[in-house]
């Protein structure tokens, strides 16, 4: 393959060495390039563990340490990813959301949150658009924590 690519860079006067050359693969090339981009726009550089707090200003300060921190504490635990869905649920039965800026109700799909992977470059994207999408659902949590302390989001274990 390299030595047909010489061929043709040749006839165009294009000096190409097949035996000299390397091509990366493109897609591994925009990963790295965005991986790099995202850890210098923001303070979670190299932040793998899942399961470690980060830092309270880090946080304040980045937003797509805000995002990764939401969609970590709601997926990390069974109870609280179903009390996410029941918000769907019943937000959808009762007209609980609201289309922004106006009062007309809409319904959202049952969507789970999704977490980025530093292994596949458009996850922070796919992370960040998710949550855009299901931005009716985090503003009527916000304004009714109620309804989350009495449906077992901080509802101590059995066992603590």
Not at 30 to 36: E, P
Not at 62 to 75: F, L, N
Not at 103 to 131: A, N
Request: aromatic residues 8%; negative net charge; charged residues 30%.
């Amino acid at each position: 393959m390299m030595q047909s690519l010489e061929a043709i860079l040749a006839s165009r006067e294009i000096v190409f060495d097949a035996a000299d050359r390397m091509i990366s693969c493109f897609a591994h090339t925009v990963n790295l390039c965005s991986g790099r981009a995202i850890r210098a726009a923001t303070d979670w550089a190299d932040n793998d563990d899942d399961t470690s707090s980060s830092d309270d200003d880090t946080v304040a300060t980045d937003p797509i340490a805000v995002a990764r921190k939401a969609v970590r504490v709601i997926r990390e635990s069974g109870t609280r990813r179903e009390t996410f869905n029941s918000i769907i649920k019943e937000g959808n039965k009762k007209g609980w959301f609201k289309e922004e800026g106006s009062s007309d109700t809409i319904e959202l799909d049952e969507l789970q949150l999704l977490r980025d992977v530093r292994t596949r470059w458009d996850s922070v994207y796919f992370m960040l658009q998710r949550l855009r999408v299901m931005r009716p659902v985090w503003l009527y949590a916000l304004s009714n924590m109620e309804y989350l302390l009495t449906n077992q989001l901080h509802r101590p274990s059995i066992t603590s």
